[in-house]
């Protein structure tokens, strides 16, 4: 027998919805809302689906976010079964997202059913803010919706992201927060020559060797009380032509730092800038924001989930901000709060994606614990 959760999970799972391809996930899940009095939106921006459902016309307004775009399979002749055919084995569902993040999805609606079932007039407001976009670019898809919110003047005071948050138990770490990340591409132009005369050439890779060093030596920040300190890291570097006997004329340089709230983007920008400088280096940059960092310290929020996880788990949770970005970047601009509670992430991404079935039922009532306690009508 399985759940009313367990079952959408794997309805959901079924489908091959690999990112920016909604294929139908969101329908699916108009059709539930709808019954509950969800009033359906779809915002489609260019080839990115997205959802905005709401119940309710007042504040608070609690929105659960996530995404039903899935990340490519990979080679499936690894898999030990079909990708998009979940399987339990031992205990554990198999299927490309898994854990990152339908069965969040499917525990967010079947979590409002059961609250709107026993709270039919609740106070304030349930939404759902459902992207098919955030496993791409990411440029069509929460990001879009939250601009068009604002201008209509839709606020959300508290979001709920199912990203896998948990370590090695459901709710055991939840994320409060991210750090920015900050992506370049560095060109360093030289002068292309043979590498028999290199008194004729200018050999930009020898020029910028120095510089990369003292970057990825240097200590940007200490940290503080919720982040780590911001890191430098090398992605990719390319130069050449293919032949041994030729200087390359230039050398194109990816990196990406991860930020703590310690510093803005535009601070690391002139530090990186003043040091390729003072290497002399005849250079180009192109920066990439991807997101600023985000921090919900406290609030209703983080003390409804902490509570909600140690009534239903009998665990106390841990707060962190580690990880890479999440669309919770975007949401957080506008003053919501901002929490990120899922799945175990062990498996994301990688052949044989998985979550213990019955993870799915556990994060389901910590779901609907969360909505007792900010919008029930009666005392906790």
Not at 7 to 12: C, D, G, S, T, V
Not at 131 to 142: I, L
Not at 227 to 236: A, E, K, L
Request: proline letters at 5%.
């Amino acid at each position: 027998m399985t759940s009313e959760s367990q079952a959408l999970a794997i309805q959901l799972l079924s489908i091959d919805s690999v990112t920016p391809d909604d294929k139908g996930c969101q329908q699916l899940l108009c059709d539930r809302l709808s019954q509950l009095g969800f009033e359906c939106e779809t915002m489609q921006f260019g080839e990115v689906t997205n959802l905005w459902a709401r119940r309710g016309t007042t504040s608070p307004v609690l929105a659960f976010a996530g995404h039903t775009d899935v990340v490519p399979t990979g080679p499936i002749e690894q898999w030990d079964s079909d990708p998009f055919k979940p399987e339990i084995r031992d205990g554990y569902l198999y299927a490309r997202g898994a854990a990152d993040m339908k069965s969040s999805i499917a525990c967010m609606v079947t979590a409002c059913e059961r609250f709107i079932q026993q709270h039919p007039d609740h106070s304030g407001s349930i939404a759902f803010l459902i992207t098919s976009d955030e496993e791409g670019p990411a440029t069509e898809g929460t990001v879009k919706v939250i601009q068009a919110l604002e201008q209509r003047g839709e606020k959300i005071d508290w979001a709920l992201v199912g990203e896998p948050s948990s370590t090695h138990t459901i709710g055991d770490v939840v994320k409060n927060g991210r750090r920015g990340s900050l992506g370049a591409r560095l060109t360093v132009h030289g002068i292309q020559g043979h590498v028999a005369y290199p008194q004729l050439a200018d050999n930009p890779v020898h020029g910028v060797a120095p510089a990369l060093a003292e970057l990825a030596a240097t200590e940007w920040d200490q940290g503080n009380e919720f982040f780590p300190q911001t890191t430098f890291q090398i992605s990719n570097i390319n130069a050449g032509t293919g032949a041994t006997n030729v200087i390359p004329g230039e050398v194109i340089i990816d990196f990406n730092l991860r930020f703590s709230t310690c510093l803005t983007a535009e601070q690391i920008q002139q530090r990186i800038e003043t040091i390729l400088q003072s290497h002399q280096l005849k250079f180009d940059i192109d920066w990439t924001l991807s997101g600023q960092p985000f921090l919900t310290a406290a609030g209703e929020l983080v003390e409804a989930a902490q509570k909600a996880i140690k009534e239903v788990t009998g665990k106390e949770t841990e707060l962190s901000t580690a990880g890479g970005t999440s669309d919770g970047r975007f949401i957080a601009p506008t003053g919501a709060q901002v929490l990120e509670l899922g799945p175990v992430n062990e498996s994301i991404h990688k052949i044989n994606e998985n979550l213990k079935f019955g993870d799915i039922d556990t994060l389901s009532e910590i779901y609907e614990k969360i909505l007792q306690i900010l919008l029930s009508t009666e005392p906790e």
